[in-house]
């Protein structure tokens, strides 16, 4: 099983970058895990916000393989605790099969993104930036793999 963040564009705020790479260095430890950033689209000055959804979802899905249980990362996803979000991870590593974790770009996801995703995770009911949310989740699975290995990064 492998785990993958896909995101659209590139991160540009170093710190982000920094916990990025700081988190997932720690989870190759446990899973083989990457980022992989899409190039943001370019002339879409004159586009709508549903014009660029829908190239961006064109390319999300081109990243994706078919045999690869997508997850997106969506504020009107499901929400869980820790522990919760440990135990489903736990779930998916049972299934062995591939995860892809997709973090849109700024205007949300196209309905053929949304079609394709086998659920959706919301980090917190507040908005996050792009790129953010990027190193909270990358946070976030690291402290669920310390969960389901019993080591003593998480607190409860």
Not at 69 to 89: K, N, P
Request: hydrophobic share 40%.
């Amino acid at each position: 099983m492998r785990i993958t963040l896909l995101t659209m564009g590139k991160t540009d705020i170093r710190w982000v970058s920094e916990g990025l790479e700081m988190y997932s260095s720690r989870l190759v430890h446990y899973v083989p895990f990457s980022v992989k950033e899409l190039p943001e689209l370019k002339g879409v000055g004159s586009f709508t916000h549903d014009m660029i959804k829908q190239k961006e979802g064109e390319a999300l899905l081109k990243a994706i393989k078919p045999s690869d249980t997508v997850i997106l990362l969506d504020e009107r996803g499901e929400q869980f605790s820790s522990l919760e979000f440990a135990a489903r991870i736990g779930r998916y590593l049972q299934a062995g099969r591939d995860l892809v974790f997709v973090v849109g770009g700024a205007y949300g996801f196209s309905p053929e993104v949304y079609s394709r995703a086998s659920s959706s995770i919301s980090l917190s009911r507040m908005t996050c930036s792009h790129q953010l949310v990027r190193t909270v989740f990358a946070e976030q699975l690291y402290r669920a793999f310390t969960i389901l290995r019993g080591e003593p990064y998480h607190n409860e």
